[in-house]
């Protein structure tokens, strides 16, 4: 079974310019997850697909950050523009259709790391 | 996150256990899990635990979860080099995953 697969890898941007991450989940995973990983800290949440729907992005700052999930398949992320904190590294992830009170695992891609300089 | 609390580091000789330790706060958290990451690679499930039971074992991996303290711990047995990773407990409460910082294992020779 393929994974997540995630591009670019690494991405080097000034500030103030804008970038853009894809995502495609493993197949029939509904639920789809971007996290934003800071170096030495664990990835905190930035927004959460259910097929094409936004399920929550309490955490998305919104005046810079977007997301989208268009065909309930692949998803981009997108910062513009970007700042030097914005440094970090993107995580996308995707699980099956939730079943309430079950078990769901989070597979997550290789991410792509962004530096701002 | 801040929910979710891990000792920084450990080191450890290879053959030994390794004894990972976490704290979280939310006491509603349903599962709790165990991930790895290794260095330039994405996150690897490597055990959860539903909040109901005190104890998993899967080969050389053993979760314990002491509810009462909302304390959980890994343990490793027979540490190899391949162990070194940085190792993150997460909390799952309304289908959100709350992270620690990880902890660096360092394994050595």
């Known amino acids: 079974e393929a994974g997540v697969a995630q591009s670019p890898r690494y991405k080097i941007i000034e500030k103030r310019q804008s970038v853009a991450f894809w995502c495609n989940p493993i197949s029939g995973h509904a639920t789809l997850y971007w996290y934003q990983q800071i170096l030495g800290q664990g990835p905190k949440l930035l927004i959460q697909f259910q097929n094409n729907g936004v399920v929550d992005d309490s955490q998305l700052p919104k005046d810079r950050f977007s997301a989208e999930r268009l065909k309930g398949v692949d998803s981009t992320l997108k910062i513009q523009p970007a700042k030097l904190e914005d440094s970090a590294v993107y995580l996308c992830a995707s699980s099956y259709p939730r079943v309430a009170g079950h078990q769901e695992t989070q597979y997550f891609g290789p991410g792509t790391r962004l530096l701002v300089l | 996150g801040e929910d979710v609390e891990q000792s920084l580091f450990l080191s450890v000789r290879e053959g030994d256990s390794s004894v990972i330790n976490c704290t979280y706060t939310?006491?509603?958290?349903?599962?709790l899990y165990w991930y790895k990451q290794e260095p330039g690679a994405g996150l690897q499930l490597l055990t959860y635990?539903?909040?109901?039971?005190d104890m998993k074992q899967d080969q050389r991996l053993t979760v314990l979860l002491n509810k009462k303290d909302k304390h959980l711990s890994l343990r490793i047995a027979d540490t190899q080099t391949g162990d070194s990773a940085i190792y993150f407990c997460a909390e799952r409460s309304d289908y959100k995953l709350s992270f620690g910082a990880g902890t660096t294992v360092t394994v050595r020779a």
């Open positions: 939310d006491s509603s958290s349903t599962y």
């Open positions: 635990i539903f909040s109901n039971m």
